[in-house]
């Protein structure tokens, strides 16, 4: 065990003086805390086992994080949940600032008072409640053995020190309640606690709008995070969470920019966030090539009694020239009967509002009479089932509208389809 740093305690009776060593990953542990401003203890606990990867019991944590606080490294408060029973969150002390300073991981000017200031914190739930998100990202990149290259590249980062600043005369441009860095893609994290009105949430879209003109070279995505039961907080408002995410996407898309907004823009409940922006990591797949790997085999589901054709990039351009809207596939059967069936498959993310922009137009028997392209069905398709039924749609849709998943869809000798029952439950249904 290779000690980083000696703190020194209290003289004991016989005279001697106590003494806390600290290792390297504690020592980081501490920086990371530092940067976070504050985080609970359980959300620390998470950044030291999951992120940094240190085998520790819980107890044992928790021992050691009462021995860096009787050392004054670190300063505790007592969150009361009320009946649902309470929790700490911690903050580095002076000494442990001070500590970081002489071991060159913060600067000789470093301010020691926004530290302080954290515990003063009014909206302290929605400050915890971003860094639940920003921590479980963290952990869940950190644990999937695929995504080594990435994790290695992963950062949180404090929108007080890394603002997005414009271009040309470097002041603020905005600020994310936090975000998260991999590689040239940064997730901008905008935590909801339902206690903003919907025109306000949209309008920080807007300002998102010409990041990618600023700085080309990044890649960005707005995530916004609503807060759920996963988080507990005394301040839990008797709002319907589900109806918060699904009307949060509405607004987004009676947006007249909706379908050019220039950045993603993801909606989800915050359990789900880490998830949708871990997916969203590495090198994707186009909606296309998703839907076309499974489609080239659509026969083999039907049987050899209907005629199938794949319509091609002619027929995609008409679509798209009468609809505004480009499908991601496009099919005709002809059944036995000689009746012409035809599909249109679209390809969707969990939270992804822009992804509806395409839905939109093909969802409605009213609109499709409107813009005269002759649709029977349309399959909504997600890459995996748990993808599927985590996704809150923002509107009701029309009965020719099914829903499926690629993951399910393998290896099956006809697809599994789904509607609609609620804007978050499905249920199976024969084709």
Known sequence: ??????????????????????????????????????????????????????????????????????????????????????????????????????????????????SKKVFSKSNIEHYLGTQEV?????????????????????????????????????????????????????????????????PALVDKILRYRDLPSHYPKNEYYVVFSIIDSSFKTKKQKDVDKIKRVSNLKQAILEMPVASNLGIPVYVSLMKRSPHVIQRQI???????????????????????????????????????????????????????????????????REGNVVDWTKVIPYAFTETLNKSGAWVDRVYCLYESKEEMESDIRPMTLDEHVYFGNIEEWRGQKKPIVYKPVTHSRLKEVEL
């Open 134 to 198: 920003v921590v479980n990202t963290l952990g869940l990149i950190h644990s999937d053995g695929n995504m080594d290259t990435y994790a290695r590249s992963a950062h949180s980062l404090n929108p007080s020190y890394a603002p997005i600043t414009n271009v040309t005369d470097n002041s603020v441009f905005i600020r994310p309640d936090w975000t998260v860095k991999v590689k040239n893609h940064y997730y901008c994290i905008e935590f909801d606690t339902s206690s903003m009105g919907l």
């Open 282 to 348: 590495g090198e994707l797949p186009s909606a296309y090539q998703m839907v076309n790997s499974l489609l080239s085999k659509w026969e083999s589901f039907k049987g050899n009694n209907i005629s199938i054709t794949h319509l091609n990039k002619e027929f995609l351009e008409q679509y798209e020239l009468l609809t505004g809207q480009r499908p991601d596939y496009l099919i005709e059967e002809v059944l036995p009967t000689k009746k012409k069936i035809r599909s249109v498959f679209l390809f969707l």
């Open 1 to 114: 065990m290779t000690i980083a740093y000696t703190v020194k305690g209290t003289k004991t009776k016989s005279g001697q003086r106590k003494r806390l060593e600290l290792k390297n990953d504690e020592i980081e542990l501490l920086l990371y805390l530092e940067k976070s401003r504050c985080l609970s203890s359980n959300q620390l606990y998470a950044v030291y086992t999951s992120v940094q990867k240190i085998k520790l019991s819980q107890r044992g944590f928790w021992y050691r994080l009462a021995k860096y606080e009787e050392y004054k490294l670190i300063q505790s408060k007592i969150y009361d949940i009320g009946p649902n029973g309470s929790f700490k969150y911690y903050r580095v002390n002076t000494k442990g600032i001070v500590m970081l300073i002489e071991l060159g991981y913060l600067p000789e000017d470093y301010s020691m008072d926004n």
